[in-house]
């Protein structure tokens, strides 16, 4: 019989809330965090709005080294990351104490590096006056420093031994670089290793940012960020959609084994019971427009959960509100559930976040573990002319049990990766 892989615990720092007891209350209030950036100049930019993560977050990381502290200002996802660890630390203390460090793993999903210019101007014009490679300047600053921790650009795995180090997590540190599916294949990846008794407890999830100067022109010029032109930014399966928000976030979800669980009287707040993972193979920027990969990955999540369509009870959508991606998701979603797909609630909360890439489906994934104990399911904020009225769009925050769900994320390159979760507090 196969082994159940559990969900204990988990955190989030989100633009729409700072730590997972706080997700219900931001979602419930309808607000957006879709806001100005303040974090660097757009003067000239047709982007200039973002889901930026606004709150001062160094308290929840002071404790760390003066050095961490110091590269954090210039490392995004470093800071993003360290400040999950933070909110929860002293919660995960127990739990930590209980850990084999031989048995427990670390897998995240990361963003691209992002070199920080505004913090390197002068490397870059020099290097440029000079008729230099402003990049290989770079480069050469990269490999003559010494210490992991660097002021231009971090090693990928910096992010998951960072967490590693936290938790004493000597089984394996991996990373997973794969855009939108990132954080949601390293969560999968991560109830494989549990399920193949690799380790017992697994940290899952991701960090990433793309409100910066480089990301937000290259997604811009994909035509996937929405222009700040007075109009709503993101409207996830509306006839007038037009793109979505840049946002950021990180977290994390501790995965566990049933051994694990059992030997400690844990009590799990949901189980993983699978997932689904293919390639379209179609295209480096766009979705496969029939669908078929989609469906299949939400049908192997379904098959490999043992669950029937009609026992889903909410579909937590990819939903990034472009013109690409939804109409494609939901023919898919009609694909895969059959009849079931008419009235199953779905719905996105990108509208309320923006997208996170790479930590979008930890963010997604945390936000739908609160909602399960919330008895909610919360709506497309804004959403006013749907694409697809045979299919149940919710319009509003509602009250439901969901004991059942599913949560999708695709990606560039046409990867799509769907994880089947059961809620262990009903």
């Known amino acids: 019989m196969k082994k159940k892989v559990y969900i204990l615990d988990h955190e989030l720092i989100s633009p729409l809330a700072i730590g997972q007891e706080n997700s219900v209350a931001a979602l419930l209030s309808n607000a957006s965090a879709d806001r100005q950036i303040q974090g660097f100049d757009v003067s000239g930019l047709p982007f200039q709005q973002a889901a930026e993560v606004r709150e001062d977050l160094r308290s929840l990381y002071a404790s760390e080294s003066e050095k961490l502290k110091a590269v954090c200002k210039v490392d995004r996802k470093l800071e993003l990351i360290a400040a999950a660890y933070g909110k929860a630390a002293d919660r995960l203390a127990p739990l930590i104490d209980k850990l084999d460090p031989q048995r427990t793993g670390v897998i995240l999903g990361i963003g691209a590096e992002m070199i920080p210019l505004k913090e390197n101007e002068e490397i870059v014009t020099t290097a440029i006056r000079a008729q230099k490679n402003a990049i290989s ?103 007038n959609r037009y793109g979505t928000i840049a946002g950021e976030a990180a977290g994390f979800v501790i995965l566990a084994s049933e051994d694990f669980v059992d030997k400690h009287q844990f009590n799990p707040i949901a189980q993983l019971l699978g997932y689904g993972n293919t390639l379209d193979a179609y295209k480096i920027t766009a979705p496969d427009p029939a669908g078929t990969q989609m469906a299949k990955a939400i049908s192997n999540a379904l098959k490999n959960a043992a669950l029937a369509p009609e026992e889903i009870d909410y579909y937590y959508a990819h939903g990034t509100g472009t013109r690409q991606n939804d109409g494609v998701e939901l023919a898919a979603l009609k694909m895969a559930l059959g009849e079931h797909a008419a009235t199953v609630p779905i719905s996105s909360t990108k509208d309320r976040h923006g997208h996170a890439i790479a930590a979008a489906g930890i963010q997604e994934l945390s936000l739908l573990l609160s909602c399960m104990k919330a008895d909610l399911a919360p709506g497309n904020l804004n959403l006013t002319n749907p694409i697809d009225s045979a299919v149940n769009l919710l319009r509003e925050n509602t009250k439901m049990t969901i004991k059942h769900a599913l949560t999708s994320n695709f990606s560039f390159g046409g990867i799509n990766t769907v994880l089947a979760v059961k809620n262990e507090l009903k």
Do not use: H, M
């Open 137 to 239: 300047e770079l480069v050469v600053q990269l490999n003559t420093n010494t210490d992991r921790l660097n002021f231009i650009a971090n090693p990928y795995d910096l992010y998951s031994l960072y967490l590693a180090e936290k938790f004493q997590a000597k089984a394996f540190q991996k990373s997973v670089l794969t855009a939108c599916v990132s954080s949601t294949q390293a969560i999968a990846q991560g109830y494989d290793a549990i399920a193949r008794n690799q380790a017992d407890v697994v940290i899952a999830g991701g960090t990433d940012s793309i409100i910066n100067l480089i990301a937000l022109i290259s997604f811009g010029k994909l035509g996937v960020i929405a222009e700040s032109d007075g109009k709503i930014a993101c409207r996830p399966f509306d006839n």
